[in-house]
């Protein structure tokens, strides 16, 4: 599992890949703290090489959410594929955030 | 870790200590018994996204913090789906009874946790719990159609 952050026009977008499963999850909490401070940033997830999520960092994803959404930042995400989808459909994830 | 495997009677089992980075074999488990049992990429995620909620699970509340324990996974495979058994020795623990969680909520109500069980119990046919001869028994069973 591998991340990768950059600032773009303003956003702050982390690139992740790989499989974010429950192992992957600590480190990654880690690497996502940047992105909770996001005053006068809106975010974009970049899921296009994301293999896999479970629970673990489906948290990740809804605790960031809360905090950008406290701060009046928007939480986008991008390019996930059908897998991932699924478990966004079923655990009502889909509503919750803006996919571009 | 410790894996055996039988092919033949297609019947897998693996031993994990109680130990989250464990994980990824975890996943190179369930992935054999898929591709053997035919499963396609995405039925083969629901299995992996099951078995490591329901496994990790029992790594993180069965035994008091600190001290080490063991989580057994056994799969069978034949002509009605598959079958996976998970069991650990320690406290007695129905994961089964934990409440629903509301999908429905926005982002402000939903809580952090409580997901786990959910999606074994979406991803799953059926979900069983028992305590037997000191052991968590937690039975995950997936009809498919062959």
Known sequence: MKTTFEEKDGKYVMHFEGRLDTAASVQTEQ??????????HDIILDCAQLEYISS???RLFLALLKVAKAKGSKVSISGMNDNLRQVFAMTGFTHLFEFL | MSQANNKNTGQWALTLSNNVQEIPQLNAFVDEVCEFHGLDPMATMEMNLALEEAVVNVMTYAYPEGTKGYVDISAQSDNSGLKFVISDSGKPFDPTTKEEVDTTLPAEQREIGGLGIFLVRKMMDSV???????HNILTLKKKTNQ
């Open chain 1, 31 to 40: 690497e996502m703290k940047v992105l909770h401070n996001c005053e006068g």
């Open chain 1, 56 to 58: 673990s960092g489906l």
């Open chain 2, 128 to 134: 069983k719990y028992e305590y037997k001869d000191g």
